[in-house]
C-alpha cells in the first residue's frame, strides 16, 4: 500500500529557532500534498497545500512567512517553522495525494513539535 | 464553506454494545467526498472509509458500518459489539473537488470513544 513517512517524529527546539519537517511518499508519486495541524485534544486543521513546482497555497490565517512549504519533487515536501515559538507547538501531519489516483490521500504519521 | 459536525464530544460505552457515532456536514459542491478516520494514542491516523457523494449505498465492514444520507447530510458511523481496542479518538471529514481532485480535508472536532471492560 501506499505508504508517507515523516521526520523527524518528533522534535525539540529553543524559541527563535527554526525547524524543518519533511514528508516523503515511499512508494508513489505525489503531485499534491497537505499539512495540517493538531493542537493537543482538538481536531486538525488544514494549513496548506502544496504542488509540486509550484507555490503553496495557505488556509485563511496561516501565515506563509512563517510557515514555509517547497515540494521540490514529486515525493518530497518540507515544511520549515521559521522563528518558532512556544504557541507553534503541536502535532503536525501531511498526507499526500496519490499522482494517478487524485481522489486517495494518504496521511503521514506526525510530527510532534515542542518549542521551549 | 465546508463544515463537519461531530457533536458528541465524548462517548463511553461498556464492551460489547453497539455505539453509533453521529456526523452531520454541510458543503455547496455537488461532488465531494467524506471519510471516517481514527486516531489512537499514537496520533497516527487510521483510515476507515471514503465515501463519494453519489454513492448513498451503506456499507458493512466487520464490525463497523457506515450509513449515508444526503438528505439529512449525514454519515454516521456504527460499532457492533464494541471492544476494548476500537477506543480512540475518530473524527469525520470532508473534502470538496477542485483543480482536478479532492481538496484538502475539512475536519470535525472528533468523538473520543471509550471502551470500558
Known amino acids: 500500500g501506499a505508504v508517507v513517512s515523516q521526520h523527524p517524529s518528533w522534535v525539540i527546539c529553543k524559541s527563535g529557532t527554526s525547524v524543518k519537517i519533511e514528508c516523503r511518499s515511499l512508494?508513489?508519486?505525489?503531485?499534491?500534498m497537505f499539512w495540517y495541524r493538531q493542537f493537543p485534544k482538538q481536531s486538525l486543521m488544514l494549513m496548506a497545500t502544496?504542488?509540486?513546482?509550484?507555490?503553496?497555497?495557505?488556509e485563511q490565517g496561516v501565515e506563509k512567512d512563517k510557515f514555509l512549504i517547497n515540494h521540490a519533487s514529486l515525493t518530497l515536501s518540507t515544511l520549515t517553522v521559521t522563528s518558532a515559538h512556544p504557541e507553534d507547538s503541536s502535532f503536525y501531519i501531511c498526507s499526500a495525494r496519490v499522482y494517478q489516483e487524485l481522489y486517495e490521500q494518504y496521511f503521514g504519521p506526525g510530527t510532534r513539535l515542542t518549542v521551549t | 464553506a465546508q463544515k463537519v459536525t461531530q457533536a458528541q464530544t465524548e462517548i463511553s460505552v461498556v464492551e460489547k454494545e453497539d455505539v453509533t457515532l453521529d456526523c452531520v456536514y454541510e458543503?455547496?459542491?455537488?461532488?465531494?467526498?467524506l471519510f471516517w478516520y481514527k486516531q489512537p494514542p499514537s496520533g497516527e491516523l487510521v483510515f476507515l472509509i471514503r465515501r463519494n457523494s453519489f454513492d448513498e449505498q451503506n456499507e458493512i465492514s466487520g464490525r463497523y458500518s457506515w450509513n449515508f444520507q444526503k438528505s439529512t447530510s449525514s454519515f454516521n458511523f456504527t460499532i457492533t459489539a464494541s471492544q476494548v481496542v476500537d477506543s480512540a479518538v475518530y473524527f469525520c471529514?470532508?473534502?470538496?473537488?477542485?483543480?482536478?481532485?479532492?481538496?484538502?480535508?475539512?475536519f470535525g472536532k472528533g468523538t473520543h470513544l471509550i471502551i470500558q471492560p
Open positions: 512508494d508513489f508519486q505525489a503531485t499534491t
Open positions: 471529514a470532508l473534502s470538496g473537488t477542485s483543480g482536478g481532485g479532492a481538496d484538502g480535508l475539512t
Open positions: 458543503t455547496r459542491d455537488t461532488t465531494y467526498y
Open positions: 502544496s504542488n509540486e513546482g509550484s507555490k503553496a497555497t495557505y
